[in-house]
Nanobody, 121 residues
């Protein structure tokens, strides 16, 4: 299973971006998705998550500005980022856990390669 994140870029403060992360491979079911970010010199932190039932959680620093959603049919998760601030600058990673088939059934956790978001004027 591979996760491919996209949608990052350079944006001015106050701007918006929509990140996507698509899972491919012998997926049986993706249960939970998470979006993490890692700023230079800092640890990787969870900023948003969404369960298979659609329940979402957000870090306090992004509540009201970030919205995550999923398209189960496409095995894709989205992160809408509004009112961007310079402190949102980071590499954003998607994460998922779920079942896949490779001769037998497995359950594992997967990471995308990251997409860079830079907020600067």
């Amino acid at each position: 299973v591979q996760l491919q994140a996209s949608g990052g870029g350079l944006v001015q403060p106050g701007g918006s971006l929509r990140l996507s992360c698509a899972a491919s491979g012998s997926i049986v079911k993706i249960n939970n998705w998470g979006w993490y970010r890692q700023a230079p010199g800092k640890q990787r932190d969870l900023v948003a998550s969404i369960t298979s039932g659609g329940s979402t959680n957000y870090a306090d620093s992004v509540k009201g500005r970030f919205t995550t959603s999923r398209d189960a049919a496409k095995n894709t998760v989205y992160l809408q980022i509004n009112s961007l601030k310079p402190e949102d600058t980071a590499v954003y990673y998607c994460n998922a856990d779920g079942a896949y088939y490779s001769g037998t059934y497995y359950y594992d956790e997967f990471w995308g390669q990251g997409t860079l978001v830079t907020v600067s004027s």
